[in-house]
């Protein structure tokens, strides 16, 4: 089956620990994006990367870092700098740019299950 | 700006149809888009809208599109207890430095009462 898979389901850590999220696809996607969701804030953009050893800050970046070593695998790191990391982390992958096809099979951001971050 | 709002809660009867409204403020957005998410899950892609186009059906969901006044709903017609979850709107956006993004407004949380 193709798909976003992201581990663990729940992470729990300490206060002033780094922690890393994992995210895998096997669609063959270019672009892949984590964000961060909280109660009646909706999803924000932490970081986005377009292609291979490539990535950019979203809208929130302070406090996270990431790579993109492998097109399959984009990790997501939460800094002991992150002032409130405790949220729900969703990663998601698109096609890629739009082409000259449909801009929505381009477009279409496919999510992964999430991972539940809890600071302690 | 890139704001992109919704109401936080709508409670409907089974069985009726629900609304549920999203204004955004970027008038360069391409088309914009539906996403569910039901519980402690990702988000997954309903339906979506070009921004020359004012109205697009798909068997019980119907999208509005005013871009005058830069205002979206998604219509569920015979609203059923499966249709329960947290559902968003969302904006595509050309980046400045290249690529694309999706702006997310906060969320509904529609609930269906038998």
């Known amino acids: 089956d193709g798909g976003i898979t992201q581990s663990p389901k729940y992470l729990f850590r300490k206060e002033g620990q780094n922690v890393t999220l994992s995210c895998e696809q096997n669609?063959?996607?270019?672009?892949m994006y984590w964000y961060r969701q909280d109660p009646g804030q909706g999803l924000r953009l932490i970081y986005y990367?377009?292609?291979?050893?490539?990535?950019q800050k979203g809208d929130i970046a302070e406090g996270y870092s990431v790579s993109r070593e492998k097109k399959e695998s984009f990790p997501l790191t939460v800094t002991s700098a992150q002032k409130n990391p405790t949220a729900f982390y969703l990663c998601?992958?698109?096609?890629?740019?739009?082409?000259?096809?449909?801009?929505?099979?381009?477009?279409?951001?496919?999510f992964g299950p999430g991972t539940r971050l809890t600071v302690l | 700006g890139e704001d992109v709002e919704q109401s936080l809660f709508l409670s409907v009867r089974e069985g009726d149809s629900s609304v549920i409204n999203c204004t955004y403020t970027?008038?360069?957005?391409?088309?914009l888009y539906w996403y569910k998410q039901e519980p402690g899950a990702g988000l997954q892609l309903l339906t979506y809208?070009?921004?020359?186009?004012d109205m697009k059906q798909d068997q019980r969901l119907t999208v509005l599109l005013n871009k005058k006044d830069k205002h979206l709903s998604l219509r569920i017609a015979d609203t059923q207890t499966g249709d329960s979850a947290i559902y968003f709107c969302?904006?595509?956006?050309?980046?400045?430095?290249?690529?694309?993004?999706?702006?997310f407004g906060t969320g509904t949380q529609l609930k269906v009462e038998l």
């Open positions: 969302a904006e595509y956006l050309i980046l400045t430095g290249g690529g694309n993004k999706l702006t």
């Open positions: 809208i070009f921004s020359n186009m």
């Open positions: 669609l063959n996607h270019d672009a």
């Open positions: 998601a992958s698109s096609m890629g740019p739009p082409g000259d096809g449909d801009p929505i099979s381009y477009n279409e951001q496919f």
């Open positions: 990367s377009q292609i291979v050893n490539d990535f």
């Open positions: 970027d008038s360069s957005s391409t088309y």
